[in-house]
């Protein structure tokens, strides 16, 4: 029982480049998120997922996409990458039973953008 | 809107001393409460959570939270703290309808020294 794993770790990018950020989970769960960790900031919601099939904007989505295509992955895009997307990217999943209603949080990918 | 506010950055104590770290939220709903601790290098952990019923919310190594209505406060609290407690702390909440999507507060830094 893996719980949440993110692939990769670590990244290095240039400016422009595009990359992939895969969240998997084998908990079951419905509800996915991704987050930001910003020195000073806490986390920051990006996009959501309540669903295989769907997706949602956070409070922080401009220069991303997402992807919800099998339940238990979720996919965080970068098009053109961009130094301001320097962070540490965490995925998480929500448990949703009555009296747990607590989210699970991978182990985090950061990110450097040159 | 929701927000959370924790009103310290960093909070460096002695091993063995008691320790608060104070979070403060504003929201329009009911609302549910988050502690969550993540050490260096490592993804958020829960902590303890606020749902329901008692006020008084207790962890599994010692700590404890009381939620405060009035006072729109979830202050978090040790009696005594060991070097393994330090760590970054995060406050967060959400409500009930929401996708259960945490709102983060900035977080606090605590420091045990010997």
């Known amino acids: 029982n893996a719980g949440v794993t993110q692939t990769p770790k670590f990244r290095v990018l240039k400016t422009g480049q595009s990359m992939t950020l895969l969240c998997a989970q084998d908990m079951n769960h419905e509800y996915m998120y991704w987050y930001r960790q910003d020195p000073g900031m806490g986390l920051r919601l990006i996009h959501y997922?309540?669903?295989?099939?769907?997706?949602a904007k956070g409070e922080v989505p401009d220069g991303y996409n997402v992807s919800r295509l099998k339940k238990q992955n979720f996919l965080l895009g970068l098009e053109s990458a961009a130094p301001s997307q320097t962070s540490v990217y965490f995925c998480a999943t929500h448990d949703r039973d009555p009296g747990a209603d607590t989210q699970y949080f991978g182990p985090g990918t950061r990110l450097t953008v040159l | 809107a929701q927000s959370v506010t924790q009103l310290d950055s960093q909070v460096p104590v002695f091993e063995e001393a008691p320790v608060e770290l104070r979070c403060n939220y504003s929201s329009s709903v009911s609302v549910y409460l988050f502690w969550y601790v993540q050490y260096p290098n490592q993804g958020l952990q829960l902590l303890l959570k606020y749902l329901s019923g008692s006020t008084l919310v207790e962890s599994i190594n010692g700590f404890e939270a009381e939620f405060n209505k009035s006072q729109t406060s979830f202050h978090l609290r040790k009696p005594s703290v060991h070097i393994s407690d330090t760590a970054e702390y995060f406050c967060?909440?959400?409500?009930?309808?929401?996708?259960?999507?945490?709102?983060f507060g900035a977080g606090t830094r605590l420091a045990v020294h010997p």
């Open positions: 997922s309540v669903g295989e099939g769907t997706t």
């Open positions: 967060a909440v959400t409500h009930s309808g929401g996708y259960n999507k945490l709102i």
